[in-house]
């Protein structure tokens, strides 16, 4: 073992002896840095500009396969920086499409009031909750009588949204 002074430098008996040459670092197609640049070489005449794809970091390459398939599945495009919508809001539309979902409200309503129950009001929330892995809370508060008051809830679930009728009945003394 050899032994160094404060400066790090050995000492003088293997001063004569040039260091070895140090190899230049090739980066590893694992890292960040270096992965986006070996898929931008190899992408350069493709029509996509990939801004970065996650490697697979994982302790055992045993099903480095899978995950690789499953890695090149997560692309992740580079902005494009657009100054304007491809396609411009237009309210009107949206607003009839929005009324017509609203007359659903007021279907129900005057379907409840059909029934005849006299002295009570009566509020309608009607929901549509894609559904996209999240969970959702809603919540309702009211003074509440329970002798008198009541509510009722039904649901319609497809694949991909949740629609919600909530019936609430208030008595009005």
């Not at 040039?18 to 493709?46: C, G, N, W």
């Not at 480095?64 to 919508?85: D, T």
């Not at 949206?94 to 009566?122: C, P």
């Amino acid at each position: 073992m050899e032994k160094r002074g404060r400066g790090g430098k050995p000492s003088s008996s293997t001063a004569s002896q040039p260091p070895p040459p140090r190899r230049e670092r090739r980066p590893s197609m694992f890292e960040r840095e270096a992965y986006t640049q070996i898929l931008k070489e190899r992408l350069r005449d493709s029509i996509h500009d990939v801004q970065y794809v996650e490697p697979p970091f994982d302790d055992s390459i045993a099903d480095l396969g899978k995950e690789w398939k499953s890695a090149l599945a997560k692309l992740k495009f580079a902005n494009s920086y657009r100054m304007e919508p491809l396609k411009k809001f237009q309210a009107h539309s949206v607003e009839t499409k929005a009324q017509q979902i609203l007359k659903l409200a007021d279907r129900i309503l005057s379907a409840v009031k059909e029934f005849g129950y006299h002295r009570y009001k009566f509020i309608i929330k009607v929901l549509f909750i894609q559904k996209t892995g999240q969970a959702i809370n809603i919540a309702s508060r009211w003074i509440w009588d329970v002798a008198w008051d009541s509510w009722v809830a039904v649901k319609q679930e497809t694949e991909t949204y949740v629609a919600l009728a909530l019936v609430f009945a208030l008595y009005c003394e």
